[in-house]
């Protein structure tokens, strides 16, 4: 852990908000937290004692305590105090702007201001800092923050490659993977590449080709435990044959074929129209009258731990 970095603040306690939270307690750091929404500070409370048997799992650092946080009616009283800001706001251009720029008047010059937008490149809502704008950036965890590692740090091009550089070691203190993306796009990339799947699935389920279930199972007992350790990449070289002429190989082999298919996709790329929402929701809702979506987080988040443990030790 970076001894400058020990009292953060977290800005907004939505699902991913409250998670970083979680996140920052188990490794010791004191925590000062603030959002305006009514019943937010009793909703903080209630995710945290839920999710904390499972942060207690994951490994905790000496001195960590779910008591330590302060949730404070106006984080601007105490922004001096703060050694790093992640913000949680609402994914609004306008909202940010004012709240980006009154972060980057009350802390203090060196402190780094990273937002977990989830699309909206800090360019976007950093043009009405004065003191520092090229502390800020552009933090963005994956649901949810205190258990899965990845977070893509994006810098804006006026970011200071100093202050990229305290995000990233700072992120990799807490046991995370930050990715560092080289350069500003819509959506960032974990969730470019989940839409373009995303797109796809609800196209063969519009289509009746499967079922939303059926095309579920088909990632999870198929592409996702292969991506879990070996990305499109690696997957591809592997599948090519490995070594240095497996990619060549395999897109040799399989690209003609892919191209095919790409063209498939695209004339019938699923429309966000009423008929084809319409068609989704029916084939979720008949999955959903079978399962207990609590149940089916839990389990999801135990599953999680086991697989990160495993993956320490065997890659």
Not at 64 to 69: D, K, L
Not at 100 to 106: E, F, L, P
Not at 248 to 257: E, I, Y
Request: hydrophobic share 40%; charged share 20%; glycine share 8%.
């Amino acid at each position: 852990m970076s001894a400058s970095i020990r009292t953060i603040g977290v800005i907004g306690t939505g699902v991913i908000g409250s998670s970083w939270t979680a996140l920052f307690l188990a490794h010791g750091l004191n925590v000062i937290v603030s959002d305006p929404a009514p019943g937010a500070k009793d909703r903080l409370d209630s995710y945290l004692r839920k999710e904390w048997p499972a942060v207690e799992k994951a490994g905790l650092a000496p001195g960590a305590s779910v008591e330590n946080y302060q949730f404070v009616d106006k984080m601007d009283d105490y922004l001096d105090k703060v050694d790093f800001v992640q913000e949680n706001a609402p994914e609004r251009l306008d909202f940010k702007l004012n709240l980006i720029s009154n972060i980057d008047a009350r802390t203090r010059h060196d402190v780094v201001i990273a937002s977990s937008s989830s699309g909206i490149p800090s360019s976007q809502f950093v043009t009405g800092c004065k003191k520092n704008p090229a502390r800020v950036l552009i933090g963005h965890p994956f649901n949810p923050p205190h258990l899965v590692p990845l977070v893509e740090v994006v810098p804006h091009p006026s970011t200071d490659a100093k202050y990229t550089s305290v995000a990233m070691k700072f992120y990799s203190s807490l046991n995370k993977n930050p990715v560092l993306v080289r350069q500003e796009c819509p959506g960032f990339i974990a969730n470019r590449l989940q839409a373009a799947l995303c797109n796809e699935a609800y196209s063969l389920v519009n289509q009746g080709i499967i079922s939303a279930e059926d095309l579920d199972s088909t990632v999870t007992s198929g592409l996702g435990l292969r991506w879990a350790t070996t990305g499109p990449f690696m997957t591809n070289v592997l599948a090519g044959g490995g070594g240095s002429e497996g990619f060549p190989h395999f897109l040799k082999h399989l690209g003609p074929a892919s191209q095919v298919w790409a063209k498939d996709m695209n004339a019938h790329a699923f429309q966000f129209d009423s008929e084809g929402l319409s068609r989704l929701e029916q084939s979720v809702e008949v999955w959903l009258s079978k399962v207990d979506t609590a149940e089916v987080e839990a389990q999801r988040d135990e599953f999680i731990m086991h697989a990160i443990r495993l993956k320490a030790k065997t890659i």
